[in-house]
């Protein structure tokens, strides 16, 4: 079965300051998406990657997928408050249906 | 934000007792998921419907069942609890297998 390993486990950064999160796959990725939870709360849809060298942007967070190392990473420029919580990657898996598979997630904290 | 709901939002029982835990969609989406979600763990998928009345398995469904007589509703119902089940349970949906899945705000159950 694949596995997601996300990287950093947890992340404690100054507000202002660049930050990146990896998550790295066992297997071949045929689609990766990005969620953020925060505390007691439901995950919230940020971005789906599917093809290698795709990059997508949305506000100050951009994630990236690079099909060889089967890896993407999430980058968040100027971090704030607001972008603190629990940042999960899942991964597609093959076969023509929709078994996604989750990474444990990195937890992000953000000091003002 | 995508229409789901799930009742209750917190629940507390007793080892042996019946539990149903209830997800509404207002998608119409033809897609649902069941996860829990456990420290160390991440999300695992129970059990999945891919329409009315017909569900399968996921990679944690022992002690689970599902039900789904309704496109909206899918229930989770954990037949004889035991406090292994207590974890936070995620309701997902998504229209086509390939599809990006959203998530619902979660129900936090103890099992005593």
């Known amino acids: 079965s694949q596995e997601l390993e996300q990287s950093p486990q947890s992340l404690i950064v100054q507000e202002g300051k660049n930050l990146t999160i990896n998550c790295t796959s066992s297997?071949?990725?045929?689609?990766l998406y990005w969620y953020k939870q925060k505390y007691g709360e439901g995950l919230i849809f940020l971005m789906m990657?599917?093809?290698?060298?795709e990059e997508k942007s949305h506000e100050k967070i951009t994630a990236k997928l690079d099909e060889k190392k089967q890896q993407s990473s999430l980058h968040i420029t100027a971090s704030q408050p607001s972008h603190a919580g629990i940042y999960l990657c899942?991964?597609?898996?093959?076969?023509?249906?929709?078994?996604?598979?989750f990474g444990i997630g990195t937890k992000l904290q953000v000091i003002p | 934000d995508a229409g789901i709901t799930q009742s209750p939002r917190h629940k507390v029982t007793e080892t042996g007792t019946p539990v149903t835990l209830r997800c509404h969609q207002t998608?119409?989406?033809?897609?649902m998921y069941w996860y829990r979600q456990d420290p160390g763990h991440g999300l695992r998928l129970i059990h999945y419907?891919?329409?009315?009345?017909?569900?399968d398995k996921g990679e944690v469904s022992d002690g689970y069942s599902v039900s789904r007589s309704k496109t909206e509703d899918f229930l989770l119902t954990l037949e004889s609890a035991t406090s292994s089940q207590t974890s936070v349970y995620f309701c997902?949906?998504?229209?086509?297998?390939?599809?990006?899945?959203?998530f619902g705000p979660g129900t936090r159950l103890t099992v005593l």
């Open positions: 997902a949906i998504s229209e086509l297998p390939t599809d990006t899945q959203y």
């Open positions: 297997k071949t990725l045929y689609g």
């Open positions: 990657l599917q093809k290698g060298g």
């Open positions: 899942g991964a597609d898996g093959a076969g023509g249906y929709q078994k996604v598979t």
């Open positions: 998608e119409n989406h033809r897609y």
């Open positions: 419907s891919y329409g009315v009345k017909d569900t």
